[in-house]
């Protein structure tokens, strides 16, 4: 990947970061329930948050086409 | 086993083990085999952003906002994100630059201003002081917790102690000698610190295994998995808001989001993290791993942070144990002393990490762009002259570590008690976030001024300090708590928790919004209101269009010599480290340092200041660079000179351009040449070809008749004669047309004797006319000649004239009918020529044949079934011998009424002028 589409890319995931860590997405998930056992709001921020590392590590260190 | 003294040795085991690491990677680093240069202890010093507040103060959050806490570290995940684009670009211009701290960063920006960096470095020791209270407050709390095991007791309700008895100062104290061996030991031109990078690198691990360690016992050992912990949470009546925090306990969504920016900014400016990002940064290609590496280390360590909170909530369901001590007080009522003391290690090395990084950067700051810039320019010191100033940089730095140390010390003791962790750290946050306009948008934006930037700190900083710090000493009894009750003097509305009347908010939110508009404000609107200054647009330049232009040192005029600057440099680095810069400047250009003197120019003073910016910072390198050398302002001549030499450069690639273009024509008319060239070895071989062509014709006749006469003798004597006759015939146009080529040849190439002199062209018609009678006879054409009574001679060869005559004529015979045939010879001045004009009136010459019949061996008409009626020879060699004198040789014609071949020759110099042109003139 070049530099202008990496740069592309990060701007991209830090966007969709901003969009999953807050209203309206918040607030779907911010209710009393359990998922297995587990707050689903507790669930959602930490899957979300462990996507979008794997997505960083994934264009970070891709290598060139 | 716990008892106050195996507790202090574990302590101070595990700092003397921090040592040996420190110790150890520098001497691998001054034996260049690092063990700090690399990707994976990179990422791990950067989770010193993981302090006690993490290990700590996170379950204390969590056990009041549940997960409210995430913010501080989803915040920096969407910044790195964006740190291949904005961080790659500061370890760029920080290298480039040799930037030495965060101060020093923003003052090179903004035209290496001292007051700047000044400015930078009391809001970073100000506004960091209450974060290192916070560590503080950490260590010897839980220290204090850990030495009443097993009974489990806050430090509270100890009671007071005197000052000496206060572990908090001997926490501050042994931290502070801690870091001068640390980070003072020698200095640094490129200002890294390797084995503090290798120790904090291990802190990051101690930290992160301490705390998975409780998070496992407290989920796994004490509860039956996550499942259960949150199972039990669910079903208790405290908990249960805490599972969907938001718009509960935790605040709004507006807070959610202003504690996200507030940390996304927290990860770029707090000093430390600058530190250990840009400073220390070896390798530019370290950052990627960075970028997924360190926001993986904040998710494990936060992963448990609910389940311990929960736990310890549930496991204290009496209350009275302050959350801010879940990690420390579950192991400690479970009785597992080992733990305990593990997670004890963790929250000191969570600590301690902090301090030392912090503090050294802090007093980096406050040595190269607070204390050195005043030091300096009191001239009464006289320290720009002095020899040696290694250890003045490094006594002011030791004195900083100390004093800062002590602040923290002082501010815990003043409002430490007043808030939990969490709280204080924000506060600190809040303060360095002021960096975050004048940093980034120093960055990207080119317009942004020094004034700007002194305007939007100073005012953002200001609001900061009303809005959070204010309150912070009011609750605590050092200011009136009226303050925050009522406003100052009464005002309602400038009440520094509603300021404005902007109620609702918690206090973090409301001071980040208020800070931000002022300096944002200020900053933008300063910036533009005011002009940059020739220095301030040159670093502008330097920082924002770092990837597009190559390091290259400003335009520089004034006087010095080389080894004043090597003096200034000794001064700094010593005399050694001075050789080294110098003679690495000179390999750079190719020169043996000491053999050639170095010419004090622009070049070499520009290397002499980043060197010295990489000791004392830019904005003192600037000062002692100023009074080293006679440095004089650019004058309104130097610009023009400048502009000189950029028109000349314009000219020189001007001329270039025509030099190119000349060859270009050059190689056109070459080529040309060339091709000409070809057309005439073309031409050459046609000739040949055709000339053999032409001889055969009359050749194969000769042969033929003379075959018929010898091999029938009956023939009888009438046929003979006429066979002998047409034999002779054509051996006569053999000869001539052997002739014709060998005068062709000759006046081709230059050798055909010319016998010149003055010539009577009507004598030559008249002799001419003679000499054709016979054809004009033969055929029946008749013959008018019309010429002046009078004629200039002309300079020529005559029988060659006469030679072109009879081909004109016999040619005008050739072409005309039999019986009315006529062809006139007219002869006329025309102007300083005589022209002949032979007229035919004869079946005329097609337009397309009149260029091919001055051809050699060219015929008009259609040569295939057309019998050739001469030689093709006569013209081009008629053309060539008046062309020879000066003359022209043309015709003109149109099929079916004739044609006219017209000559021209100029008259001999000396010649009267005719009487109508003398008249003319007159």
């Known amino acids: 990947m070049n530099d202008m589409r990496k740069a592309q890319a990060c701007v991209a995931l830090c966007l969709l970061g901003a969009l999953l860590f807050n209203y309206p997405f918040l607030a779907l998930f911010n209710r009393a329930a359990l998922f297995f056992g587990i707050p689903v709001f507790y669930v959602y921020l930490f899957a979300a948050w462990g996507v979008l590392i794997a997505l960083m590590a994934y264009v970070i260190e891709r290598k060139d086409e | 086993m716990l008892n106050q003294w195996t507790i202090v040795a574990a302590a101070f085991s595990y700092l003397g083990l921090l040592f040996a690491i420190a110790y150890y990677a520098d001497k691998r680093a001054d034996a260049g085999r690092s063990i700090v240069a690399n990707p994976w202890i990179y990422s791990l010093s950067l989770a010193v952003y993981a302090t006690a507040w993490t290990f700590y103060g996170s379950v204390g959050r969590a056990a009041t906002d549940g997960v409210g806490f995430l913010p501080i570290y989803l915040g920096p995940t969407l910044m790195i994100a964006l740190w291949w684009i904005v961080m790659r670009k500061i370890l760029r211009i920080a290298k480039q630059n040799r930037i030495t701290s965060l101060a020093d960063f923003i003052a090179s920006r903004y035209a290496k201003s001292a007051l700047l960096g000044g400015v930078v470095t009391v809001i970073a020791v100000i506004g960091i002081i209450p974060y290192i209270s916070l560590q503080l407050k950490g260590i010897s709390g839980s220290y204090l917790i850990l030495t009443q095991y097993p009974a489990i007791v806050m430090p509270q309700q100890l009671g007071a102690l005197p000052v000496f008895e206060d572990t908090g100062l001997w926490v501050a104290l042994i931290l502070a000698a801690f870091t001068i061996a640390f980070g003072t030991r020698h200095l640094d031109s490129a200002e890294h610190h390797q084995g503090m990078v290798a120790a904090i690198a291990f802190e990051s691990l101690v930290k992160l295994l301490a705390f998975l360690a409780v998070g496992v016992f407290v989920t796994f050992g004490v509860y039956g998995g996550f499942g259960d912990v949150f199972g039990r949470a669910a079903g208790d009546e405290r908990l249960r808001a805490l599972i969907a925090p938001i718009g509960g306990v935790a605040g709004g969504y507006a807070s959610w989001v202003w504690l996200t920016i507030l940390s996304m900014f927290a990860i770029m400016f707090l000093p430390r993290q600058f530190q ?152 600190s946050f809040a303060a360095v976030a002021q960096f975050a306009p004048v940093a980034l948008g120093g960055l990207f934006w080119k317009g942004g001024t020094r004034n700007g930037a002194l305007a939007g700190l100073t005012s953002g900083f200001a609001v900061w300090f009303y809005t959070l710090l204010v309150p912070a000493l009011a609750r605590s009894g050092w200011l009136p708590i009226e303050i925050i009750e009522r406003g100052p003097f009464g005002v309602e509305l400038l009440k520094p928790l509603a300021l404005f009347g902007l109620a609702g908010l918690d206090q973090i939110t409301h001071a980040m919004i208020w800070s931000m508009i002022a300096n944002i404000g200020a900053y933008v609107g300063v910036s533009l209101a005011g002009r940059q200054s020739a220095e301030e647009r040159h670093q502008a330049n330097l920082f924002v269009d770092v990837f597009k232009s190559d390091e290259r040192p400003r335009f520089w005029r004034g006087t010095a010599t080389a080894p004043a600057l090597h003096g200034v440099l000794a001064r700094f680095l010593g005399e050694a480290g001075a050789d080294e810069s110098f003679a690495r400047y000179a390999r750079a250009k190719g020169l043996v340092w000491r053999e050639v003197d170095l010419v004090a120019d622009g070049e070499l003073v520009y290397h002499v200041e980043t060197q010295l910016a990489g000791a004392i910072g830019a904005a003192s390198a600037r000062i002692m660079i100023a009074g080293t050398v006679k440095e004089q302002a650019l004058t309104i001549e130097d610009v023009r000179e400048v502009l000189t030499e950029a028109q000349q450069v314009v000219m020189y690639s001007q001329q270039l351009e025509q030099k190119s273009k000349e060859l270009e024509k050059a190689t056109s008319e070459l080529k040309a040449a060339n091709e000409r060239l070809k057309e005439l070895d073309r031409m050459k071989d046609d000739f040949v070809s055709t000339v053999s062509h032409e001889l055969r014709t009359p050749l194969t006749s000769i042969r033929a008749f003379s075959e018929i006469l010898r091999g029938d003798p009956k023939l009888d004597l009438a046929e003979r004669m006429r066979f002998l006759d047409i034999i002779s015939k054509e ?107 032979v007229r035919d009136n004869g079946k005329g010459i097609a337009p397309k044949d009149q260029s091919i019949i001055f051809e050699k061996f060219g015929q008009a008409g259609d040569t295939l079934t057309d019998k050739p009626q001469g030689t093709g020879l006569g013209l081009p060699i008629s053309r060539q011998i008046v062309e020879h004198f000066g003359g022209r040789l043309w015709v003109q014609s149109q099929l079916g009424k004739g044609a006219t071949f017209t000559f021209t020759l100029p008259v001999a110099a000396g010649a009267p002028e005719p009487e109508r042109e003398a008249e003319a003139t007159q």
């Open chain 2, 276 to 427: 250990v990002t840009v400073i220390e940064n070896t390798n530019e290609r370290h950052l990627n791993k960075a970028i997924w590496l360190f926001p993986l280390y904040m998710l494990a360590i936060n992963v448990f942070v609910l389940p311990i909170a929960f736990g310890g909530w549930l496991h204290f369901p009496q209350g009275g144990v302050d959350a801010d001590t879940f990690v420390l007080t579950v192991p400690m009522a479970e009785k597992q002393e080992l733990l305990a003391l593990l997670a004890f290690i963790g929250g000191l090395s969570a600590a301690t990490g902090m301090v030392i990084v912090e503090t050294i950067a802090l007093s980096t700051m406050v040595c190269n762009d607070l204390v050195m810039p005043i030091l300096l320019r009191y001239k009464r010191l006289g320290l720009a002259e002095r020899a040696d100033l290694t250890w003045l940089l490094l006594g002011i730095r030791r004195g900083a570590i100390v004093l800062i140390l002590l602040l923290g010390y002082l501010y815990f003791r003043i409002a430490g008690e007043a808030y939990a962790l969490v709280a204080i750290g924000l506060i």
């Open chain 2, 731 to 837: 051996s006569e146009r053999l000869t001539r047309l052997i002739n014709q080529v060998l005068d062709l040849a000759k006046i081709e190439s230059g050798k055909l004797e010319w016998n010149v002199g003055d010539v009577d062209l009507r004598r030559a018609i008249a002799d001419s006319v003679d000499a054709t009678s016979r054809l004009f006879q033969d055929k029946g054409v008749r013959i008018e000649v019309s010429v002046p009574e009078q004629v200039p001679p002309v300079v020529t060869d005559y029988d060659r004239i006469i030679q072109v005559l009879i081909n004109l004529l016999s040619n005008a015979v050739k072409f005309c009918d039999g019986a009315r045939g006529l062809v006139e010879v007219h002869l006329a001045r025309e102007g300083a020529a005589l022209r002949v004009d």
